[in-house]
T-cell receptor, first 115, second 110 residues
């Protein structure tokens, strides 16, 4: 059982380049989300999805697009990378519910540097 | 505001108790969580508490909730070097949209 898989682990982009961060989960979870982690700021929610075909914005959505065509996959797209998007990105998934019965499962992160 | 606040750093000796504090923002939050992050890894759920509870104990972990002051704490008894990590508190805004604190780096020395 792979859990939440993120690729790539590391990426360096030049300003203005585009790329897609991949996230896949094999737990049949309905909820998926993307967070970014910056020093001294904890994790901030970028976008989330409560099911295939449904996405919504989180706290810091600007500069990022998402889609959810399948239950398993939730890619995050940067259309024109900026240095302010240098961060560690985490994908997470869970099933509906709260508490320990449906915790967020996190991937191991993608470290992105934009020069 | 939207900030969930934590102290940045805590250093303890092996065998001591550690207490990590957090203040959160929304008195209507239903679930509050503690996550642990080890270097190079994602976050791992440690424990959680429902907002109508004052305390929850889970083996070496004790969570205390003061809803009036919006204060949450995590106590780790008999702290071990393997407990060294960053600890995040988080409040659930619904649909598993979590607002995280800034994280507390716990260093356990032998």
């Amino acid at each position: 059982n792979a859990g939440v898989t993120q690729t790539p682990k590391f990426q360096v982009l030049k300003t203005g380049q585009s790329m897609t961060l991949q996230c896949a989960q094999d737990m049949n979870h309905e909820y998926m989300s993307w967070y970014r982690q910056d020093p001294g700021m904890g994790l901030r929610l970028i976008h989330y999805s409560v099911g295939a075909g449904i996405t919504d914005q989180g706290e810091v959505p600007n500069g990022y697009n998402v889609s959810r065509s399948t239950t398993e996959d939730f890619p995050l797209r940067l259309l024109s990378a900026a240095p302010s998007q240098t961060s560690v990105y985490f994908c997470a998934s869970s099933s509906p519910g709260t508490g320990k019965n449906s915790p967020l499962h996190f991937g191991n992160g993608t470290r992105l540097t934009v020069t | 505001g939207e900030d969930v606040e934590q102290s940045l750093f805590l250093s303890v000796r092996e065998g001591d108790s550690s207490v990590i504090n957090c203040t959160y923002t929304d008195s209507s939050s239903t679930y509050l969580y503690w996550y642990k992050q080890e270097p190079g890894a994602g976050l791992q759920l440690l424990t959680y508490i429902f907002s109508n509870m004052d305390m929850k104990q889970d083996q070496r972990l004790t969570v205390l909730l003061n809803k009036k002051d919006k204060h949450l704490s995590l106590r780790i008894a008999d702290t071990q070097t393997g407990d060294s990590a960053i600890y995040f508190c988080a409040e659930d805004k619904g649909f598993q949209k979590l607002v995280f604190g800034t994280g507390t780096r716990l260093l356990v020395s032998p």
